[in-house]
């Protein structure tokens, strides 16, 4: 009697996000929430007219805003002796939960789900000061990303039923069904010299 070995299969579950698991737009995004919760900035580049790495220099104080309002909500949790911002480091691989949460939030208000920011940040903070906060600085960094082109898929890689690749994978396949037609994309603008002059010189070479 041949012997058979049965295999029972059990469904895998994520635990927890990494950086690997993520897309561009949302590497960008976790970015940008670790460095302005922890005050670490980039200066502006007058070369590429950026600030803060990738963002137009146009969005700096949209990006000032946004750190002043995480600094308020440090400041309330800590009057009231609660726990600080459970934030990594921006170089850290791995994600918290509460990243995991911001990162929910920009996706909601990049759809225009105002309210359903506040759900999630009253799930982990009853403050309603601290609520005002946190959803204002969500907010700010979520038209920021927009606006510089960086809207994030629908859904994190962790609420999906299947897994299908790495975070490049991941990000073609949650965007499968998006018409790039229906997208609203605030491109920058530059009518300076240099551009002026790049200009010239296409038109020359056209002609």
């Not at 963002?55 to 308020?72: H, I, N, Q, V």
């Amino acid at each position: 009697m041949t012997p058979v070995l049965l295999i029972r299969s059990f469904p895998m579950t994520r635990l927890s996000l990494s950086l690997s698991d993520l897309c561009c737009c949302e590497r960008l995004a976790l970015w940008s929430i670790r460095c302005l919760i922890s005050h670490y900035r980039l200066p502006s580049c007058p070369e590429t007219k950026t600030t803060d790495g990738l963002f137009p220099a146009c969005f700096r104080p949209a990006l000032d805003a946004a750190e002043g309002a995480f600094a308020d909500a440090t400041h309330l949790l800590k009057v009231a002796d609660q726990p600080r911002l459970a934030v990594n480091a921006p170089g850290m691989q791995s994600l918290t939960a509460l990243e995991e949460r911001f990162l929910r939030g920009i996706i909601a208000a990049q759809n225009e789900g105002q309210r359903e920011v506040f759900v999630l940040l009253a799930e982990v903070f009853p403050d309603r000061f601290v609520q005002g906060c946190l959803a204002t600085a969500l907010t700010l960094l979520a038209d920021c990303l927009a606006g510089a082109g960086h809207w994030l898929p629908k859904k994190l890689l962790k609420d999906e039923t299947t897994i299908s690749g790495g975070g490049a994978l991941s990000s073609i396949n949650r965007w499968r069904s998006v018409s790039p037609s229906r997208m609203r994309v605030l491109w920058p603008q530059d009518s300076g010299p240099l551009h002026a002059g790049m200009s010239h010189d296409a038109s020359r070479v056209m002609h």
